[in-house]
């Protein structure tokens, strides 16, 4: 079974139409192993669908009449092509934290019974949304996986819903690299380079990481305000939810 985790990222967010605007951040992300909880949160310090200081609950993820996260993200693969069983799901997101989550983009790897690799892309809003994209097999190499779609959510005020947007995720030897490419009539608007490294989950390193990073899902939606913030001042164009609902699909509903 795969191992829980602990992945430590630098963030580099940077806009370039029609107005440049970089940033960088440190955080860290949970990789859990969704086939057995109970065995997968290996730290006191670490609940499941109960308060702690840091929790994973299933509700914080998709929702499709299925029980655990587990069985919602496998229902999602079937509804979304995939015939064959699927034996292991394991998702790289942030846990709450004291109660609090807010995660812009988490990561569900499957595997089936047959070693064939598969994912799962749930993106997140500040409108208590989440959509989820799956990722076929034959989007895989042998480190990790490439795959480009129309956006059709909304994600940031400052960029059109209907942008095209690719995630290429490389994994090897403990090292996890992920980058997401926000681009319009071929044009890059925004690129998101995320690049981690992986340590195991021991009460020493997660308390470690806590002081280094501390209300690390508050920090998210800090930033996403303050960063928002500059772009208002920057004159950037805004884009109200309302507008363009045809636009927005396959949209699932998080907080209620």
Known sequence: MTESGLILFKVIHARFIPKKYKFTHNFFWFKINLNDLNKSLPSYLMAYNKWGL???????HIKLGALTARDNYIKFAHESGLE?????????????????????VSFILLKD?????????????????????FVSNEHFNEN?????????????????????????????????????DDT?????????????????ITKKELFWQTLKNPFVTFQFIFFIHLHAMVLVMKGIKYFKKSEHTDLQKGVHVWKV
């Open 84 to 104: 064959t069983k699927i034996q292991d799901v394991v998702i790289y997101t942030q846990l709450r934290f004291l109660g609090y989550v807010f995660n812009p």
């Open 54 to 60: 840091y929790s994973f609950y299933d509700s914080d």
């Open 184 to 200: 319009k009539d071929n044009k890059k608007v925004l690129q998101v380079n995320l690049v981690g490294t992986e340590r195991k």
């Open 113 to 133: 019974v047959e070693g064939k690799e598969h994912a799962i892309i749930e993106i997140g809003n500040t409108f208590n949304e989440l959509k989820p994209f």
């Open 144 to 180: 990790g996986f490439v795959f480009k779609t129309k956006k059709y959510f909304y994600i940031s005020p400052f960029i059109d819903h209907d942008n095209d947007i690719e995630f290429r995720l490389i994994k090897k030897e403990g090292n996890i690299s992920i980058s997401i």
